[in-house]
């Protein structure tokens, strides 16, 4: 569907309405911080009225639209959402009939405060038989020290886990949740969301090599605005991916199923259980478990945050006998590795042992495709970005996807599934888990790029100059 967001937190768009002089005259941080109850009970009543006249304006116009859209499928596919804002409730209660979704914001760094938000908001849409929308969630809004943002694993997997959370809301008997977008608002950042989960905020960085931070360049670099230091256009393009960034991918996988049809699916009732111990102490206690269904795979992810590894760790198909998985798939992101294939397991072979690593998060999918079957494995390049592995220039990128050949002429993308990549000189040419390749140095000479199974039976190579 086409999305329509009515108005982005209203809440902040005070010059927008018309309001009485006294509370005009207030700032932001004096209305939201500094008001009693009363003031900010009133300001809500005053917005909300406003805003729900303009509510009914946006139906109208889309109503009109969508009659003049030749294809009646087309015009079910516009949806207009609100209220955008962390401030949903009185808002939604004054324009909610107007509305398709109910829209809300979420920033909180626990986790666990999100379902107990979701409940309320559910129950809201549920009333007037609405679909959900969070169009903005993270752990922060705003500036963000250096040691929160995503450089590093802890930070990252606190990331994770709260993505993992909003996915879980998806899986119960609530009104389907629509739109889940993962937003980077963290200053000062020339490039938000994407851009900012691989590279962290490069304002923080010193790209001179003296590793200082850059608050300090110009007189009001402390603030997001005039003379705060940005970063060049050759400085962007040094790509150093977040391990938030790998997680990124591995939930994703959480969210569409391997043909790319976007979900929801069901999220299973799992947990841990020690079959030779009745002993709790011999349980991981702090082993978060997460498992999807899909229709041709399911997806079991494990996050460990603790400083102590969950060794004896047993996935064993016979508690699986309603699914028909082939093979089971382990990948991991860890301080070693980043969303790397270690494993291949056919599943008729019996139980399957493995380790979760302290601060990781490891995956295991489950699939029915016939890896077994793999004859041979080819590499086809798909780019959309200037630059091929014919002639790579420095900094440009390119796709490649592993296309493996199997016994019936069937050809399967196992790309992200049971590939490893590697490159002959990463220090020149480096391919990440998945097939992406960038040129990071200018050196003249061929690179060889390498696409092999986990369990070292077929390859693949390709040459970029």
């Not at 005070?14 to 009970?41: C, K, N, Q, S, Y």
């Not at 006249?53 to 009646?72: G, H, I, K, P, Y």
Request: with cysteine; net charge negative; glycine share 6%.
């Amino acid at each position: 569907g086409r999305c329509f967001m009515m108005l982005n937190e209203p809440e902040n768009r005070r010059g927008w309405f018309h309001l009485p002089e006294d509370l005009a005259a207030m700032g932001w941080a004096d209305l939201f911080w500094h008001a009693g109850e009363a003031t900010i009970a009133r300001y809500a009543d005053i917005l909300s009225a406003q805003y729900a006249v303009l509510a009914r304006l946006a139906r109208t116009a889309m109503e009109d639209v969508r009659t003049l859209l030749d294809d009646a499928s087309h015009a079910a596919d516009l949806q207009l959402c609100g209220p955008t804002s962390v401030y949903w409730q009185p808002l939604w209660e004054a324009a909610g009939e107007y509305l398709d979704m109910l829209d809300f914001h979420h920033y909180h760094p626990d986790r666990k405060t999100f379902p107990s938000l979701y409940s309320a908001v559910a129950a809201s849409a549920r009333k007037v038989g609405r679909q959900t929308a969070i169009t903005e969630f993270n752990r922060y809004s705003g500036g963000v020290p250096v040691d929160r943002m995503l450089f590093s694993l802890d930070s990252s997997l606190e990331t994770a886990r709260l993505i993992q959370t909003v996915l879980g809301m998806n899986g119960t008997a609530d009104p389907p949740m629509a739109i889940a977008t993962f937003y980077l608002l963290h200053f000062p950042s020339t490039h938000r969301n994407y851009k900012h989960l691989l590279y962290g905020d490069m304002n923080m960085v010193d790209w001179g090599g003296t590793d200082r931070a850059l608050w300090n360049r110009g007189s009001k670099a402390r603030h997001w605005g005039e003379e705060a230091w940005y970063p060049s256009f050759q400085e962007q393009q040094v790509r150093f991916a977040t391990p938030a960034y790998f997680m990124f991918r591995m939930l994703a996988r959480c969210a569409r199923d391997a043909a790319g049809n976007p979900g929801p699916f069901d999220v299973l009732e799992v947990g841990l259980v020690n079959p030779t111990s009745s002993g709790p102490q011999d349980l991981h206690d702090q082993l978060e478990l997460f498992a999807v269904a899909q229709p041709d795979r399911t997806i079991i992810n494990l996050i460990n945050p603790t400083d102590r590894p969950a060794h004896g760790c047993r996935l064993d198909p016979a508690w699986m006998e309603q699914h028909s998985h082939r093979h089971a798939i382990l990948r991991q992101t860890s301080a070693e590795y980043r969303d790397h294939c270690l494993a291949g397991h056919e599943m008729t072979h019996g139980p399957f042992d493995f380790t979760v690593p302290a601060k990781a998060f490891t995956q295991i999918i489950l699939t029915s495709e016939p890896l077994e079957q793999i004859n041979s494995l080819a590499l086809k390049e798909q780019t959309h970005t200037p630059g091929d592995t014919a002639a790579l220039s420095l900094h440009q990128t390119t796709r490649l996807r592993a296309i493996a050949h199997t016994a019936d002429r069937t050809d399967l993308d196992v790309s992200d599934l049971n590939i490893i990549w590697t490159s002959s000189d990463p220090d020149v040419v480096r391919v990440e888990q998945g097939g992406l390749v960038q040129r990071i140095r200018d050196v003249p000479g061929p690179i060889t790029i390498r696409a092999a199974t986990c369990d070292g039976h077929h390859a693949a190579e390709i040459a970029v100059s």
